[in-house]
């Protein structure tokens, strides 16, 4: 199984808020678009049940509650259409759940990543 990256799960989750619509038709269109979607990714919807199962998701914080900047700002830079190393793309993942305040040097690349993204606006 593979995992949906930051920018299939941003598509994907707005495939799914089509889900709630009040039109049936919208509705069954949704469906059969996020099943299309996950087919083209070689995954299922089995695989997206044991994905948002995993630590990584279930420690998201609540979006209710203001989440301090360097999780915002990782989870924009997450959701962004730029392609990021790997080496980067676990670090913004680091960022967007770590809880505590990041060390002057995570601040600092977290910074560059975050103009790297706004420079691809």
Sequence with gaps: MSALDPRDAVRFSKLLGLLGSDQVGERAAAALKATEFLRAREMG????????SEPSYRALPDPARPSPSHQRDARTCLASDVQWREHELEFLKQMATQMRRPSEKQRDWLDGLCDRRRRSI
Excluded: K
């Design 45 to 52: 919807w089995v695989d997206i049940g044991r994905q948002l």
